[in-house]
């Protein structure tokens, strides 16, 4: 594993529910890949190859469209290294 990103995404739709099932959407999409992640109130971390990673961010904006969103706004934390990154449980494991 040589990366990690933090995916948030905000889907232009009115009303909680509305939100909730876009997100719930895109984030069948990121698991579809069978990758290690973390779901928070606040953004999905994934961890893998920084090649897919990217594949999955490319997608997350159409996953929104397609479950019905005139468009979304997303912001994505990436975190690289050639020689591996430190994992979730590494970070934050002790708190779990």
Same mark, same amino acid.
């Given at each position: 594993?040589?990366?990690?990103?933090?995916?948030?995404?905000?889907? =232009?739709?009115?009303?909680?529910?509305?939100?909730?099932?876009?997100?719930?959407?895109?984030?069948?999409?990121?698991?579809?890949?069978?990758?290690?992640?973390?779901?928070?109130?606040?953004?999905?971390?994934?961890?893998?190859?920084?090649?897919?990673?990217?594949?999955?961010?490319?997608?997350?904006?159409?996953?929104?469209?397609?479950?019905?969103?005139?468009?979304?706004?997303?912001?994505? =934390?990436?975190?690289?290294?050639?020689?591996?990154?430190?994992?979730?449980?590494?970070?934050?494991? =002790?708190?779990?």
């Amino acid at each position: 594993m040589n990366a990690s990103v933090a995916i948030q995404v905000l889907p =232009k739709v009115e009303g909680n529910a509305e939100t909730c099932r876009v997100v719930d959407a895109v984030i069948a999409y990121i698991q579809s890949f069978h990758l290690p992640m973390t779901v928070t109130p606040f953004e999905t971390v994934i961890e893998g190859d920084y090649d897919v990673l990217m594949e999955i961010v490319k997608g997350c904006p159409k996953v929104c469209v397609e479950a019905g969103a005139p468009g979304m706004l997303g912001y994505v =934390k990436i975190n690289y290294a050639p020689e591996g990154v430190m994992t979730i449980d590494e970070k934050v494991g =002790k708190y779990q």
